[in-house]
């Protein structure tokens, strides 16, 4: 029992100094002086006069200036195909080389036909007058010293040799040969220029005829932008107006030229450019960001677009004044994306705050940086 009043005991006396304690904090904090406000952090920037470019921000579309379907000249089988989808190629480049056995034979037959078409024409020449014949000759004669190769039928001087020439299907053999031997040359088939394949839908051995597509072939190097500009904008653009790529670090052309007609639907017209794409950074139909200039405005104040602010729809920008952020009503003129002109309210060479001002009030202390 004794134990027992002894501990409730000191659990008295250990509450009443805890309480003391706690006073004794309490009168400590009241004595400290509460810390001063150095002023809201804020950043700023200087209201300045200068020039103030218009721009019209729109997309453009990027094409390639060169690009093609391959196709094949000749009726063939694909032998060897030397390319893959998605290869870079140079001109001249082999792409795929077509059988030539086909070719080769009708080639064989078109010739023998031909020679036996042409040694009946001697026969039957020479059975006319010696005359007739002999101005054939002289006629082989001064063509091959003049082209270095004889001519293979006679010049038709006469009627009678013209009949004499359709009789023996001199022409149409001769025409026939030379065909074969330009099928011959088109079973190598061969880059047209520089560029990369795609649409590769062939394989060896498939049979292809004259006329069919074996791949596509798109040079990147250099790409065009077509852009779409309202009527009323491409009254102010002319071939040689600086053009802004937003997609690749701001890099710059200028317009080419202007296409001739206005979309009745759309009242648009479209302005061309080119521009150099090292590395193939640009692909064929890509979407480009494009910032193109319009009216240049001299003279002019402006602050950053991130000064001004509206309260009660009132325009207004925060002027830093002896470290006091004073509110200032402003009228507006020009603007672009970066900067806004203002005509009335304030001085260039003002201090206007452009960040951590959203929730600032009149004639507070502020911080610059």
């Not at 034979?105 to 026969?123: E, T, W």
């Not at 405005?297 to 207004?316: C, F, G, K, M, T």
């Not at 009503?329 to 960040?355: M, P, S």
């Amino acid at each position: 029992m004794k134990n027992h009043i002894g501990f409730i005991m000191l659990l008295y006396f250990i509450s009443i100094i805890i309480i003391k304690c706690d006073k004794n904090d309490n009168t400590e904090n009241k004595d400290q002086p509460k810390p001063k406000s150095n002023g809201v952090t804020v950043d700023i920037d200087i209201a300045r006069k200068g020039v103030l470019q218009e721009y019209i921000e729109t997309a453009g579309i990027m094409e390639s200036s060169q690009k093609g379907e391959i196709t094949s000249f000749v009726s063939s089988y694909i032998k060897k195909i030397y390319v893959t989808e998605g290869q870079q190629v140079s001109e001249g480049d082999t792409i795929l080389f077509l059988d030539k056995s086909i070719i080769r034979n009708n080639l064989i037959k078109a010739r023998s036909d031909f020679i036996k078409a042409l040694y009946q024409l001697v026969l039957e020449l020479q059975s006319q007058k010696e005359d007739v014949y002999q101005s054939w000759y002289e006629y082989q004669m001064e063509v091959a010293e003049k082209e270095n190769s004889v001519p293979p039928y006679p010049k038709p001087e006469s009627s009678n040799i013209t009949v004499m020439l359709s009789r023996l299907s001199i022409q149409t053999n001769y025409n026939q040969v030379k065909e074969y031997e330009q099928q011959l040359k088109n079973c190598i088939v061969t880059a047209p220029f520089d560029g990369i394949i795609s649409d590769l839908e062939i394989y060896p051995r498939a049979y292809i005829s004259a006329g069919s597509k074996l791949c596509e072939i798109t040079n990147l190097s250099k790409m065009s932008i077509k852009v779409e500009l309202l009527e009323e904008d491409i009254r102010d653009i002319e071939p040689g107006t600086k053009i802004h790529l937003l997609n690749d670090g701001n890099q710059t052309t200028t317009i080419e030229s202007l296409l001739p007609r206005i979309d009745e639907d759309k009242h648009t017209g479209t302005a061309i450019a080119y521009v150099d794409n090292p590395g193939n950074v640009y692909k064929d139909g890509q979407h480009i960001q494009v910032k193109i200039e319009k009216n240049i405005y001299e003279d002019r104040l402006y602050v950053p677009r991130s000064a001004l602010l509206n309260r009660n729809d009132r325009n207004l920008v925060f002027v830093v004044k002896d470290g006091i952020a004073k509110w200032c009503y402003v009228d507006l003129g020009f603007g672009n994306d970066q900067f806004l002109e203002i005509t009335k309210g304030i001085e260039a060479g003002d201090t206007v705050i452009i960040g951590g001002h959203y929730s600032l009030a009149h004639n507070v202390r502020v911080k610059c940086y």
